[in-house]
């Protein structure tokens, strides 16, 4: 036992105090605070072995060498058993010592750690919540206290700097300092800033750092304090880079917005307009205030897809966008083509946040290819459709016929001496009375049929489910219209045409073969006339093939001088007297044989090759004249002259020319012209009569009475004979209607003092009762068919050089 002294003594210490017995390891004497440590009485303490209250390995090892002998003292911390068999962590110290002079005791002093245990605890849970939020926050974080040592830091605030980890090891606060400034752009502005922060410690600062990576960051700056005085300084960084330049793109996507030339809208996932520009006002035509909360779903239309809006929702909503062209409702004005792009704008969850419609005015775009369309398919001048959209449209009607078994027509129109009309009255003129003529002939048509201007005075109709007789009724409709008189600028004439008209499918089984056709009827109409029309005959190509061929073969004879003159005579009735030779042209050919004038004379004027040959055979009959001028036996050579021929600007000079160059007396050249080319354009006709008169030459008419005759040319042009055409001559002297012609021609021209020579006389008959009538001469086969030059020669000797008709008659 213990004395109680001892007991007096260790109950007045604050710690938990045991005294344990050496030998038996037993406690000897415990203090209230040991009591209360373990939550035990004392008195259940005193006589338990220490052994039993230990709870660690390291405990049980100590009294068991302290029972060997081999320790006598520990100090260290450990865990004790309590009352309710929970580990109490505890300090204790175990020391031998003597109370009595022989005596040892060993001294336990406990100190119960429970609550400094909670502390650390509480601390080191403060501390990993303050890590976990230094390295959970966006910003970089810098601690440092007074002397710039680094106190804490965030893995942010390394990388945003881009520390070396074994600086951040060192916590070396000065070097440090030298690398953050080596990483700003202006590293002396930044060293002043950051001195002037470190000499004032209770400063609070916001300022903005310009990275050599181009980084922007926003430095702040706050003391840290404990018990009233700075102890440190936290610094934080913010990477602004992205927010700045996404203010910037914000700013530029304003100013996009506003100053886009296209038409911009913005809605709500509603498609309720929030925002528009000011060219969706312009393009609308209504003001912000007008649109805002409208539904763009109500700005467009589509007249032909009702479910339009529905599509684009669907569209628009599982792509994202939607891309096309949609007309766009405007109030109070018609609706206009718009080309819309719509984008669906999601945030990173997916939900929709808005819509961005932009718009496309389509107006002058398609006005501009309405434009280019009607260049590449219709005609300038008329506005009509030119041959590529009838090639389009027949196309079609090609395929539908031959399903159905339908007929279809196909006409070509030409103008009749369209080209006197652009010669007198200019282009310009001839422009307008194109465009008139196409005016008329729509007015003829259905509007399922298509009328093309081809070019120049061509035109080509496009019937559809016509018949010949429907073609028939069609065609007078035209001429019938046409018929009428026009006026432009006061001026009345007339225009008429002529039609060719090819059938599908008899005709042809494409468009280029019924143009050809209804091209090759229309000339066939040309050729007997104009003013009329002709359906396509199969015959017609083949006459069409022999043209071609023949007006090769004329042109190869001119230049090979395949042609030659023959000269028939011109006999006077009362006399028997030579008085003069008409020059008449003929063709040998090796291949063609004899052609006659009666074949190639209409295919050249209608090719206008008679112009050349109508020089040579002038330049040939003044030649032959003058060989006879020059024989002795000057001979008048007259020479027929076409209306073509005639119509050319140096006609005169050509004349002249040739009679200079020959030196033939003028009076022996007689050009015979017919009367159409008096009455075109009688003016001018006038004066190139008088010209040519000038040159002394005779000037006489053929074939009178067969064109358009009028008695006032025969007083106001230089005239001197008359010729009777033979259809005339030929019913002499049975035929009463022949007879009054005859009978009328040669006394109008006896009281104008006109000379008269009756053409194609061929029996005695005939030349008797021109005679009777004081017909001055005649020509036909009774005295001689035309005749090569050598040959007219040997009949001129034979002739009588005066005698009566008596004498005429015995020449026979």
């Not at 090819?502 to 494409?510: K, Q, V």
Request: hydrophobic share 45%; proline share 3%; charged share 25%.
């Amino acid at each position: 036992m213990t004395s109680p002294g001892w007991g007096l003594l260790i109950d007045g210490l604050i710690e938990a105090v045991w005294l344990v017995d050496p030998v038996s390891l037993r406690i000897l004497l415990v203090n209230r605070a040991a009591a209360d440590l373990l939550g035990l009485p004392a008195e259940e303490l005193v006589g338990k072995p220490a052994i039993e209250l230990t709870a660690t390995p390291e405990d049980q090892f100590f009294w068991e060498d302290v029972a060997a002998g081999l320790v006598d003292g520990i100090h260290s911390e450990t865990l004790l058993r309590g009352a309710d068999g929970m580990a109490v962590p505890v300090e204790r110290r175990v020391s031998r010592v003597w109370p009595e002079t022989g005596r040892a005791v060993y001294l336990v002093g406990i100190r119960d750690m429970r609550q400094q245990r909670r502390a650390e605890a509480e601390l080191e849970s403060l501390v990993t919540e303050l890590r976990a939020t230094l390295e959970s926050t966006a910003d970089g974080i810098l601690v440092i206290d007074r002397d710039d040592d680094i106190r804490n830091y965030n893995r942010h605030f390394a990388a945003m700097w881009d520390v070396p980890e074994e600086l951040l090891l060192k916590r070396d606060g000065r070097a440090l300092s030298a690398h953050l400034a080596s990483c700003v752009v202006d590293e002396t502005a930044y060293e002043n800033r950051l001195l002037e922060i470190t000499e004032d410690p209770l400063l609070e600062s916001t300022d903005l750092l310009v990275l050599t990576t181009g980084r922007l960051l926003e430095r702040v700056s706050l003391p840290q304090y404990s018990r009233g005085r700075a102890t440190g300084r936290v610094f934080s960084f913010r990477d602004i880079t992205q927010s700045v330049d996404a203010q910037s793109r914000l700013r530029l996507a304003a100013k996009v917005f506003e100053s886009s030339v296209e038409a911009i809208f913005i809605t709500d996932p509603s498609l309720t307009i929030l925002a528009v520009n000011p060219v969706c006002e312009r393009l609308t035509e209504a003001t912000q205030s007008q649109l805002l909360g409208q539904s763009a779903r109500d700005f467009f239309q589509d007249s032909h897809d009702a479910e339009l809006m529905v599509r684009v929702d669907q569209v628009l909503r599982d792509a994202g966008v939607w891309r096309g062209q949609v007309w766009l409702n405007r109030v109070g004005r018609a609706a206009c083509a718009v080309h819309l792009s719509w984008v669906l704008l999601r945030d990173e969850q997916g939900a929709v946040l808005h819509t961005i419609g932009f718009l496309k005015d389509l107006t002058e775009e398609l006005a501009a290819q309405k434009r280019i369309e009607q260049l590449a398919y219709s005609d300038a001048l008329t506005g009509l459709p030119n041959k590529l959209l009838l090639s389009q449209r027949v196309g079609y009607a090609l395929r539908v016929a031959e399903r159905h078994s339908a007929q279809f027509g196909v006409f070509f129109l030409d103008l009749d001496h369209f080209k006197n009309i652009n010669d007198s009255m200019g282009h310009v003129f001839g422009d307008r009375v194109l465009v008139e003529v196409a005016e008329r002939i729509k007015r003829c048509l259905r509007d399922a049929d298509t009328l093309c201007r081809l070019g120049g005075d061509d035109f080509v109709i496009f019937v559809q489910e016509m018949d010949a007789r429907g073609a028939e009724v069609l065609a007078h409709r035209i001429l019938d219209l046409m018929a009428q008189a026009f006026l432009i600028e006061e001026t009345s004439f007339s225009v008429g045409c002529s039609i060719g008209i090819a059938l599908f499918p008899a005709d042809g089984r494409s468009l280029d073969e019924l143009i050809k056709c209804a091209d090759t009827a229309m000339y066939l109409v040309k050729e007997r006339g104009r003013g009329s029309f002709r359906f396509y005959q199969p015959q017609m190509n083949v006459d069409l093939l022999s043209r071609m061929k023949m007006d090769h073969a004329m042109r190869r004879a001119m230049e090979q001088g395949l042609f030659q003159l023959h000269y028939q005579p011109q006999i006077s009735l009362d006399t028997g007297q030579l008085l003069g030779v008409e020059a008449l042209i003929r063709w040998s050919d090796s291949e063609l044989g004899h052609v006659s004038p009666v074949v190639f004379i209409p295919l050249a004027e209608a090719s206008g090759f008679i112009v050349t040959i109508g020089t040579w055979v002038l330049k040939e009959a003044v030649r032959q004249a003058v060989l006879w001028h020059g024989g002795g036996t000057p001979v008048a050579v007259s020479v027929n002259v076409s209306a073509l021929q005639f119509q050319q600007a140096d006609f005169v000079e050509i004349v002249a020319n040739v009679l200079i160059a020959s030196r033939l007396p003028p009076h022996l050249l007689e050009l015979e012209l017919t009367e159409s080319i008096l009455v075109r354009d009688a003016n001018e006709t006038l004066t190139r009569l008088h010209a040519l008169a000038a040159l002394g030459v005779a000037l006489s008419i053929d074939d009178f009475g067969t064109g358009y005759s009028s008695l006032a040319y025969l007083k106001r042009f230089p005239i001197s004979k008359l010729k009777i055409d033979r259809s005339f001559v030929m019913g002499l002297p049975d035929d009463e209607s022949d007879r009054a012609i005859v009978s009328a021609t040669i006394g109008m021209a006896r009281g104008l003092k006109l000379k008269v020579v009756a053409e194609g006389v061929e029996t005695i008959a005939q030349r008797d009762y021109l005679a009777a009538l004081n017909c001055e001469a005649f020509q036909g086969f009774l005295c001689s068919p035309g005749l090569p030059a050598d040959e007219l020669e040997r009949l001129m000797a034979s002739l009588p050089q005066a005698c009566s008709i008596e004498a005429l008659k015995n020449c026979n």
